[in-house]
């Protein structure tokens, strides 16, 4: 049985170096960015932190008797994530998910480690959300994450781990795992939160004035709520299936943290679909709202036309050029005339107030 696990180690082993190989002649897509390694490695009495060093200083460095967090954030290096992946013996089939952006979220429990994807929100700004796809996998006394962007969310871990403040330090990497996954799904309630302000703005315009402007922004956010639920509902099984299978990789004593962040994603879908029902609400209120105002405009333009077309018939006649027409004749005709054009305007405005049509 022993003589087995070795062979296929064996074999992984070799099948990951091709693949390095292979990382190694593709050459690097133009104007990629820069790829920054983050190396922390603790436990209760040490820590060790550097950041922008080479990749086989930063392996190098790694002491497998300490908890070690690699965090690479830059996918377009292949060489380097190619190194790393024959550092810790990674499928390549996992790493094609680590630099498949595109990827939904999901985890797999492998021999030697976890791999769980996901979607990282962590910027708003001009009314855009910023987002970018973060992969984990978790092993041995190792977490390595690996991000599409530089920049995360994650500097008050790193000050917790840095000052010793709280249990990360005392906890394996499982535990990291889990602050890191709950900071992010933490974010997405501050989404939620940014995208309801504008929610309400827009359905203030809506009810004042509403303008196409009001249109094309309920039109983008209800796009954002299509993306938020296709990340935060594959996430949700990729959050149940470490809880419900009792992973290996995740200590009986963190799985209720982890059954937390279930708990959280099941609201935030909560939240979701509620938002997603105000948004088609908004939509109603925006059409009816038109058509209202479409409505008042008509009646107005309706009852300006009812009250002339008397007075446009009394002036047609007396337009017509007939010789033997008795008021033509008449001195006072022209002021007479003028005076019951406006008694019959007098009374249809009378009429329509007492209809209450305006």
């Known amino acids: ?192 939160e940014k995208i309801g302000e504008q929610v309400e703005e827009i359905e203030e315009n809506i009810s004042k004035n509403p303008s196409v402007e009001d249109f094309q922004q309920i039109q983008k956010i209800r796009k954002e709520f299509i993306y938020l639920r296709r990340v935060v509902y594959p996430l949700r099984e990729a959050i149940n299936k470490i809880v419900k299978n009792e992973s290996d990789f995740i200590s009986e004593k963190n799985e209720k943290y982890f059954a937390d962040v279930y708990d959280h994603v099941i609201h935030l879908i909560d939240s979701l679909d509620t938002y997603k029902d105000l948004t088609s609400t908004m939509m109603d209120l925006y059409m009816n709202t038109i058509n209202y105002k479409m409505n008042e405009v008509m009646k107005l333009l309706t009852i300006i036309t009812t009250i002339f077309i008397p007075l446009s018939f009394i002036a047609g006649i007396y337009g017509m050029n007939f010789k033997n027409m008795p008021e033509l004749d008449w001195n006072l005709g022209y002021f007479g005339v003028l005076a019951i054009m406006g008694v019959i305007f007098i009374l249809m405005i009378v009429y329509f107030r007492y209809k209450k049509w305006f």
């Open 1 to 192: 049985m022993k003589s087995n696990k070795v062979r296929r180690k064996a074999a992984l082993h070799k099948v990951t170096e091709q693949l390095t190989s292979e990382f190694r002649t593709k050459q690097e897509p133009k104007g990629s960015e820069k790829v920054i390694l983050e190396l922390i490695s603790y436990n209760d009495d040490t820590l060790l932190m550097e950041d922008n060093i080479p990749v086989h200083e930063m392996l190098d460095k790694c002491d497998r008797n300490r908890k070690n967090w690699i965090n690479v954030d830059g996918l377009s290096d292949r060489n380097l994530i190619g190194q790393i992946a024959n550092k810790f013996e990674l499928h390549h089939l996992l790493i094609e998910d680590i630099l498949n952006i595109d990827h939904q979220p999901k985890t797999d429990e492998l021999e030697d480690h976890l791999f769980l994807t996901m979607k990282m929100f962590y910027r708003f700004d001009e009314k855009k959300i910023d987002y970018e796809h973060i992969s984990f996998v978790l092993g041995k006394n190792y977490l390595l994450s690996f991000q599409e962007k530089e920049g995360d969310i994650f500097s008050g871990i790193r000050s917790r781990i840095k000052q010793d403040n709280g249990i990360i330090r005392k906890r394996g990497t499982d535990y990291l795992l889990y602050r890191l996954v709950d900071t992010i799904v933490d974010s997405y309630y501050s989404v939620l």
